[in-house]
């Protein structure tokens, strides 16, 4: 099954909006982290945001903010007043995290399909 | 702020032939991952060490090995290249492997013809 669904092939938005990419995943972990990346089309890898399980707050950086609804199991990235240079590929990923006290977990990030955003001038 | 560093930025290589990537993870990062991605594709886990052991491993094929060193960089060297090796290899480090950020650097461009 897969553990992280991006349901948005691609996305336009129009400079200066703002515009929210889903993410939702599957997890029977309690423990659990969520990440959102940026692959511009020069190919790096971007770290944008993180949201841990446990965390009782909906991340944020600058522009950037995680709707996290824990219930729905989504992760959604809200990115206000688009600039043409959020052009990019955006990949959600989970990490199911190590276990304290067994050390079971998985130290991998599992990447989503991505969605491709593209902002209007 | 210093960032993970990657060389080589990009390599060509014939069949069959081997290659060497090196990752030099951020200062004070002990962990280090290795993920492959092909193109337009999502990136793949590969392999990643703590503390220069191996602490989790996905798909990387038989041909394919790495370790990480006392300075915690770490080499992924790959063997008999077939084309569908062809892909960007990323590292990624991050402090401590359960939790927090994992920082990615530029990546390898890998061409195998």
């Known amino acids: 099954a897969q553990k992280i669904t991006q349901t948005q092939p691609g996305m336009f938005v129009q400079e200066k909006e703002a515009v929210t990419l889903d993410c939702t995943y599957d997890?029977?972990?309690?423990?659990?982290?969520l990440f959102w990346y940026k692959q511009p089309s020069s190919g790096e890898m971007i770290f944008l945001i993180y949201q841990g399980s446990y965390d009782q707050q909906n991340a944020t950086e600058g522009r950037y903010s995680l709707n996290f609804q824990k219930a729905r199991k989504s992760a959604n990235l809200v990115i206000s007043a688009s600039q043409l240079g959020d052009s990019a590929m955006y990949f959600c990923?989970?990490?199911?995290?190590?276990?304290?006290?067994?050390?079971?977990?998985?130290?991998?990030?599992?990447f989503g399909k991505g969605t491709k955003l593209s902002v209007i001038p | 702020a210093a960032g993970v560093i990657q060389s080589p930025r990009h390599l060509i290589k014939e069949k069959r032939e081997t290659a060497t990537l090196k990752c030099y993870p951020i200062p004070r990062h002990d962990t280090v991952y290795w993920y492959q991605q092909g193109p337009g594709q999502d990136p793949q886990f590969l392999i990643s060490?703590?503390?220069?052991?191996?602490?989790d491993k996905g798909s990387i094929p038989d041909r394919f090995s790495a370790q990480q060193f006392s300075d915690y960089h770490s080499e992924l060297n790959m063997s008999s290249l077939e084309l569908g090796d062809s892909a960007l290899y990323f590292c990624?480090?991050?402090?401590?492997?359960?939790?927090?950020?994992?920082?990615f650097g530029p990546g390898t461009r890998l061409t195998v013809t």
């Open positions: 990624a480090s991050s402090l401590g492997p359960g939790y927090g950020e994992q920082y």
């Open positions: 060490f703590y503390e220069k052991m191996q602490s």
């Open positions: 997890t029977s972990d309690p423990s659990y982290g």
């Open positions: 990923a989970m990490r199911e995290l190590i276990d304290a006290y067994s050390g079971a977990g998985s130290y991998q990030l599992t």
